[in-house]
């Protein structure tokens, strides 16, 4: 660690971005202190947070308040420092990367977004609430964050309603299994609660075939069609135009990182995501009604849209939705990405044969393993790093089952192809069930769900 020192004498691009910093640090503080909007708010900590990864990028370190850099400090060609510190990870609605092989830092995430981390006392009173088993996603921290959800408890105890939303934005005809978490969870939500759900399809980019097709994965979920209504944003717009008149280049610059060399759609999208969140979006299933809450379940990826979302409610008339976040599904290749539904070998498809399922696991799956059988006896894998294991966390639901897997793994008692294989044969019927459930959906089924309609929900 280097000692704190500078005078400031012939002030350099370091001390230059030091003191941009402070200034940065003061305008977020006193935004807060005068309770300023929302927006205003993040895109203040936005700025301030590329800002700290500039000052590290040409220093080597990390920002300290009352500690300018020295005059020596910027790091050699501009990279930072050679002591083994990693970048900030990488996260917003179009790009999901970290150096971690664990994957990324979610506690910090949260942090860095503003929302609340779901504890054990928040899991306890979902159960004691839908008096159900918390979903295995909520019990292993998949699902980890939140905004908003004793509020929605709170209102639910009270015998007043709330209904969900998420969205599937269509890039291919089929789906892989990282796209299923949220309607799993969504699903169980639904059943748990007794309520309705609007599910958006995104086929604003000349991709209306896929959406009919990936609404049939979405169906083959079992999804209660009386209570779910799946829609086109071509074809459902709501309150679009309203909240695009209340939200400033300026706000969406700083929560997106939008530049001038942009498109136009891409800076209006924004709000065709927000506009399902306000129930008057819906008159035929709330009949006019603008004060029933939505509860998101997404990944943590999405929350820039609704930290926008929410800051413009109230200035509309609308009530804030309240937000679960998910944790990301890794690649084949490891926790660094995510998975991409361009490579199929990052992914397993929900069209892949069971010998397909197999080759992908055993040919690409990382590897938390040692490099020989001797080595993986005596010291054993790491399952924090191992994708067959990550992957047996999102979809083995015995607990136990899962514990004893990964203590005999770290012990070297189980051997990479041994996990593997574990992985493979809990997949394969998985997705063989989810094949057999879509043949049952068809083009009319599809029409069933997206016909807008009344739901069985009562006010």
């Known amino acids: 660690m280097t000692d704190c020192h500078g005078d400031g004498e012939g002030a350099n691009g370091p001390l230059k971005l030091y003191e941009k910093l402070a200034a940065q640090g003061d305008e977020v503080r006193a935004l807060k202190k005068a309770k300023a909007e929302e927006a205003d708010i993040d895109a203040a900590v936005q700025m301030l947070l590329k800002m700290k990864v500039n000052y590290k990028q040409l220093t080597g370190q990390d920002y ?69 088993k918390p979903h295995h996603f909520l019990r292993r921290g998949i699902f980890f964050s939140h905004r908003d959800m ?20 269509p890039s291919s005809e089929a789906m892989h299994v990282g796209h299923l978490i949220p309607f799993i969870f969504t699903k169980w939500l639904q059943d748990v609660f007794d309520i309705p759900l ?21 169906i083959a979920c079992g999804f209660d069609v009386n209570k779910t209504f799946i829609f086109s944003d071509l074809e459902y717009m709501g309150n679009v135009v309203k909240v695009q008149k209340h939200v400033t280049f300026n706000q969406v610059k700083g929560i997106f990182g939008f530049t001038d060399s942009d498109c136009i ?39 820039p849209y609704f930290r926008m979302t929410r800051d413009v409610a109230p200035r509309i008339g609308y009530t804030k939705p309240a937000l679960l976040h998910s944790t990301f599904f890794p690649a084949l290749q490891g926790a660094q990405t995510k998975m991409s539904a361009s490579d ?48 047996l966390t999102f979809f083995l639901e015995d607990d136990e089952q899962l514990e004893k897997i990964r203590q005999d793994y770290l012990s070297g008692a189980l ?3 041994e996990l593997k294989k574990l992985l493979i044969e809990t997949l394969q019927p998985m997705i063989l069930q989810h094949q057999e459930l879509r043949k049952q959906v068809t083009v009319e089924t599809v029409k069933q769900f997206m016909t807008p309609r009344p739901l069985n929900f009562n006010l």
């Open 198 to 218: 609007v599910i958006q399809l995104t086929d604003d980019e000349n991709a209306t075939g896929f959406a009919v097709e990936n609404a049939k994965d979405i």
């Open 64 to 132: 300290k308040a009352g500690c300018p850099p020295s005059e020596n400090s910027v790091a050699p060609d501009n990279r930072p420092a050679a002591d083994g510190a990693i970048d900030e990870d990488t996260v917003d609605p179009w790009n999901v990367s970290t150096n971690n092989a664990k994957g990324v830092d979610y506690d910090k995430l949260i942090v860095r977004f503003g929302s609340s981390k779901i504890d054990k006392e928040l899991v306890d009173r979902i159960e004691k609430v839908s008096g159900q």
């Open 265 to 303: 759609g891409k800076i209006s999208f924004p709000a065709i995501q927000a506009a399902p969140s306000f129930s008057s979006s819906f008159p035929q299933i709330f009949k006019g009604r603008k004060d029933i809450q939505c509860l998101i379940p997404c990944a943590i990826d999405q929350d």
């Open 150 to 169: 004793h509020q929605v408890l709170d209102m639910y105890e009270k015998h007043k309603s709330f209904y969900l939303y998420t969205g599937r934005g």
């Open 344 to 391: 199929a070998n990052t992914s397993i498809f929900l069209t892949d044969t069971p010998k397909q399922i197999k080759n992908k696991v055993n040919k690409h799956a990382f590897s938390g393993g040692k490099d020989t059988v001797e080595e993986h006896r005596k010291y054993g894998g790491n399952p924090d790093i191992d994708v067959a294991f990550m992957y």
């Open 415 to 417: 051997l990479t192809g």
